[in-house]
């Protein structure tokens, strides 16, 4: 009787195998196309608004030390890299169109002063959106809405419509946010037209908590 030779057959290769192949890819990839560097990011942002002028205070060194600390520190993810970079981007063209708009108009900005606001502080969880937000339904007091803070500068459009489009473009930004991060939504329920915090509106001094991410972003 002749002998059947035997072969063994390689073992499939498991899923978390082929998911950390799949994720170093994607991290390489990540890397190259969206690169967190505070010279490219400023290179697009002027391009893109053809502007110079980032204003007053100074973004370096701030921008580079986040950047580098995002690029060496953070372990992105490569949907996350690019959700922050063009987050950075946006803030470093909002800065350019601030500085413009806010040139040469030191007395009038001097005039428009708030002498009395209200600040709000309290720990986590503890009521303090809930008071903000109920503060800012007085017609007496004024909040900066959502979509003031993310899109400052109206759209450009022949037409007059009800609705501004930076509302609605707040809104469909907002909409994404809830379905990459449904969880967000039970903490902070944000919304187009609600009163917005101060955190995002320090955002475009780059030393602030606000990019205080956590590593599984």
Not at 194 to 208: F, I, K, M, T
Request: contains cysteine; hydrophobic residues 40%; proline residues 9%.
């Amino acid at each position: 009787m002749s002998k059947i030779r035997q072969t063994r057959m390689p073992e499939p290769r498991g899923f978390a195998s082929w998911a950390a192949g799949w994720r170093t890819l994607g991290d390489r990839l990540s890397r190259r196309l969206w690169l967190l560097q505070s010279e490219t990011l400023c290179a697009e942002a002027r391009r893109r608004t053809r502007l110079e002028d980032f204003g007053d205070p100074p973004i370096e060194p701030a921008l580079s030390i986040l950047a580098n600390s995002l690029e060496l520190e953070a372990d992105l993810h490569p949907l996350g890299r690019f959700f922050i970079r063009v987050h950075l981007r946006e803030l470093l063209e909002t800065r350019l169109r601030l500085a413009q708009a806010w040139s040469g108009r030191s007395e009038i900005l001097d005039a428009s002063a708030i002498e009395r606001p209200i600040f709000i502080t309290g720990m986590p969880r503890s009521g303090s959106t809930f008071l903000h937000e109920l503060l800012a339904e007085d017609p007496e007091n004024r909040a900066p809405r959502v979509w003031e803070v993310m899109f400052p500068f109206p759209t450009e459009s022949e037409r007059p419509k009800k609705v501004d489009p930076c509302v609605r473009k707040a809104e469909a930004c907002l909409w994404w946010f809830r379905r990459l991060a449904p969880g967000a939504n039970s903490v902070y329920p944000m919304r187009a037209c609600s009163p917005h915090e101060c955190l995002p509106q320090v955002g475009a001094a780059y030393d602030s908590a606000n990019f205080a991410l956590p590593r599984e972003v």
